[in-house]
C-alpha cells in the first residue's frame, strides 16, 4: 500500500485536515486519528490497519491510501479519455441569432442585426439530433440556447426545434434536458406555458445576468432604445421559479461595483425560502476589469462580504469550485452551433468565421477543422498539467489557454496558488459538514 499522489495535508491548530484531490473527499482528524496517521502513514501503512482496521479501510475507500500496483496519473488521463468517447450523452448548444435587444458595454460579441437562422439551418440540426438521438448508446440529449438574446427568436426557432427534439427523444425514449443563457427582458407566459409543454427530464435551467443593484444595473443593462431592464428582469426570474423552473443569477461585477449587489438581496430575500434549491447566485468579474488594479486583496474582502450578506438571508451563493467540473467545450459530445452553420467548442469568444472548428453541412454532419483537432491535441500534452495533484480538480483549465501555454500552468499557478485553488476547496466542503 501507499499514499495517494493526490493527498493534501495540513495542520490548522485545532485538527489534522486531510483531502484527496481525485476523490474530492475530506477528513479532519482528531488527535488520536491524528497521532496514528503521522507516527505511521510515511512508514509503514499496514501498522494502521494492526492499530485501528476502521480507520485503515476509510483511508482505502476514500483513496487516500492505494494499492502499490496503481498509476493513478495514468489511471486518472485513462478515464478522462474514456469519457472523451462515451456515447451516452450529447450537448447542442444553438446559437439562434447573434443579434441582441441590449447592448452591454464589456460583451465580446458584435451583434448582428438579421442574423437569424433559417429554416434550412433547423433541419440541419434535426438531422444531427436524429443521428445522435437514435444511437442505442445514447441516454441524455442536451439542447442549450445562446446568442445573442435566444428569446428574440422564441417562436421561429426556439421553440419549433424543441418541439421536434423531444417528438424525437420521446419516440426513442431519451432524456431530454434543455437550458437558457438569456438577459430574459422578453420572457412571457406564453413562452413559459410552451416550455412547460416539453417531456423534459428535469425542468427547464436558466442562466440570467444582473449588473448590479436597479440603478446601476439599469445604467449599464438596458435595452437597444434605453429602456430600464432591473424590474423586468427580476420579475421574469420570479416567472420563471414559479413555473418549477431553476435559475442560477449571475453576477457580472467590476471591482467597484461589488457593494452595490447589496442591494439585490432586497428583491430576492422574501422568496430564499419558496424557491430554496431553485435558486442560486454566481460572481463573475468583467473580464476587461483586471484586479490587479488596485488593492486587490480589498476587493476580495468585499466580495466576501457581499456574498455572505446573500448567504445571510438564506440565499445560495455558488462558485467555480462548487464541485470538480469538466469544461463542456472540452469534451468530445459537446458542440456550439451558430445561425450560419458554423461550429464551434467554447461560447466565450467572438462567433466570427475564423474562429470556427468546423461546418455542419446539408446532411447534419459536422466537418471538423484544424482548430478543432489542436484544441483536443492540447487537453493531454501539457506535462506540468498531468503531474499537478489539483489536475483532478481544474481538468487542466482552458484548452483554448493551454494551445498558446504549452509546458505552462493556463492558470498561471504558482506553488503558492495551487495550495490555495485547495484551500478554497475544502472551505466549501466544510461548509457542508
Known sequence: MKLSYYNY????????????????????????????WLDNSTKQLERIEEIYPDFFKYLLDKGFIVNDSVDERADF?????????????????????????????YCYEKHLSDSYM????????????????????????????????????????????????????????????????SNAFLLNDDMVSKLNSLRLARPVDWQITIDGGRALHNKTRH???KQDTYDTIVNNILRILAADMSVTVRFN?????????????DSFREYAKVYEGKLAFCFQ????????CGNARMYEETLDEVKKSFEGAGLRVVGNTESPTRCYADKTNSIVINFDG??????????????AEG?????????????????????????????CIIYPLCFGGCTQKLLYNRDKCSRELDKEGVTEFIRQRILLLARHI
Open 9 to 36: 495535508e495540513e495542520n490548522n491548530g485545532d485538527s489534522y485536515i486531510l483531502y484527496n484531490c481525485r476523490t474530492d473527499e475530506l477528513l479532519f482528524l482528531n488527535e488520536d486519528l491524528k497521532r496514528i
Open 77 to 105: 488521463l485513462s478515464t478522462l479519455q474514456e469519457e472523451d468517447i462515451n456515447e451516452d450523452s450529447f450537448s447542442i448548444i444553438v446559437n439562434p441569432t447573434l443579434d441582441c435587444n441590449m447592448r452591454c458595454w
Open 118 to 181: 433559417n429554416k434550412d439551418m433547423m433541419e440541419r440540426i434535426l438531422k444531427l439530433a436524429k443521428t445522435k438521438i437514435s444511437n442505442p448508446k445514447l441516454k441524455t440529449f442536451s439542447i442549450s440556447f445562446f446568442g445573442g438574446e435566444p428569446l428574440l427568436s422564441f417562436d421561429d426557432c426556439v421553440f419549433p426545434l424543441l418541439q421536434e427534439v423531444d417528438r424525437l427523444c420521446a419516440c426513442e425514449k431519451k432524456m431530454l434536458v434543455v437550458s437558457f443563457t
Open 223 to 225: 435595452t437597444v432604445d
Open 253 to 265: 461585477y467590476r471591482n467597484k461595483s461589488v457593494m452595490s449587489f447589496l442591494d439585490v438581496v
Open 285 to 292: 468579474q468583467i473580464w476587461q476589469d483586471a484586479t490587479q
Open 342 to 355: 458554423n461550429v464551434f467548442k467554447c461560447t466565450a469568444r467572438d462567433f466570427k468565421e475564423e474562429n
Open 359 to 387: 461546418v455542419l453541412d446539408t446532411d447534419g454532419v459536422v466537418h471538423y477543422n484544424a482548430k478543432f483537432h489542436d484544441r483536443m491535441k492540447a487537453k493531454y500534452a501539457n506535462r506540468i498539467c498531468l503531474s
